[in-house]
Nanobody, 120 residues
Framework: QVQLVESGGGLVQAGGSLRLSCAAS????????MDWYRQAPGKQREWVTG???????NYADSVKGRFTISRDNAKNTVYLQMNSLKPEDTAVYYC??????????????WGQGTQVTVSS
């Protein structure tokens, strides 16, 4: 069994910070790209940020300068440091990763999501 599990969501006031974690478990050879998405009520899932296996990061314009993605390959974990949070950041946040489980098997895995609520 391989899976991604997010943690760290919660309620925070506008301007506050939150750090999300997403840990992959199971028999995994390696992890390629890792990404964070979010989905607000009534809206389509939105890509937030991603990090390649080489450490290259990219961010949606809406979070640039406020969010930071990082990864710890030794722990098979990706993090999302969220600063200067805004009510518009309220959403369920999902991590996703391309998991290499064998020499011939790579698949996109999704976490179950963690709720982030930013109050005004």
């Amino acid at each position: 069994q391989v899976q991604l599990v997010e943690s760290g969501g919660g309620l925070v006031q506008a301007g506050g910070s939150l750090r999300l974690s997403c840990a992959a478990s199971g028999s995994i050879f390696s992890i390629n790209a890792m990404d964070w998405y979010r989905q607000a009520p009534g809206k389509q899932r939105e890509w937030v940020t991603g990090i390649t296996s080489g450490g290259t990061t990219n961010y949606a314009d809406s979070v640039k300068g406020r969010f930071t993605i990082s990864r710890d390959n030794a722990k098979n974990t990706v993090y999302l440091q969220m600063n200067s949070l805004k009510p518009e950041d309220t959403a369920v946040y999902y991590c996703a990763a391309d998991l290499v489980v064998s020499g011939t098997s790579v698949f996109r895995s999704w976490g179950q999501g963690t709720q982030v609520t930013v109050s005004s």
